[in-house]
């Protein structure tokens, strides 16, 4: 069976696009690598892209010179983690509190990990996960 080699990239349907950039790039600490009128695309790290797309803005699709990508969308409260350090945990705790971003939760992991949960602008569940979450991680 072929293997799949990890998830490249994670895609997010926001109702403003500057101010979802704006959070990702400010409060986030994510870099900005390409920029449209329906899309951002963000280095997440580690060969992994976070994909801002204006919500309804690829609802029938997008033909290039290359292809035709097929219509997407998305809404409600969606979740996703981003893999961070176990010693920034607190660090990230104290930028997102003088963020004025409220954490929502904290976990402790049977495997030794910690999670803490938040929420963007545009609601979804940002889950921040240090190594012992999964087996995996």
């Known amino acids: 069976m072929p293997r799949v080699r990890r998830i490249l990239e994670t895609a997010l349907y926001v109702e403003d696009l500057d101010r979802a950039v704006r959070f990702y790039e400010s409060v986030m600490g994510l870099n900005t690598m390409s920029r449209g009128v329906r899309l951002a695309a963000l280095d997440a790290g580690e060969g992994t892209v976070l994909l801002l797309f204006l919500r309804g803005a690829t609802t029938s699709g997008a033909s290039f010179e290359g292809g035709w990508i097929p219509p997407h969308d998305g809404a409600g409260p969606a979740h996703f983690a981003l893999a961070i350090d176990a010693d920034e945990l607190d660090v990230w705790r104290r ?43």
């Open 95 to 137: 930028h997102l509190v003088a963020e004025g971003i409220d954490i929502e939760s904290e976990v402790s992991w049977e495997r030794g990990g910690r999670s803490m949960y938040f929420r963007d602008p545009d609601g979804y569940s940002v889950e921040l996960a240090t190594p012992g979450v999964w087996p995996v991680f």
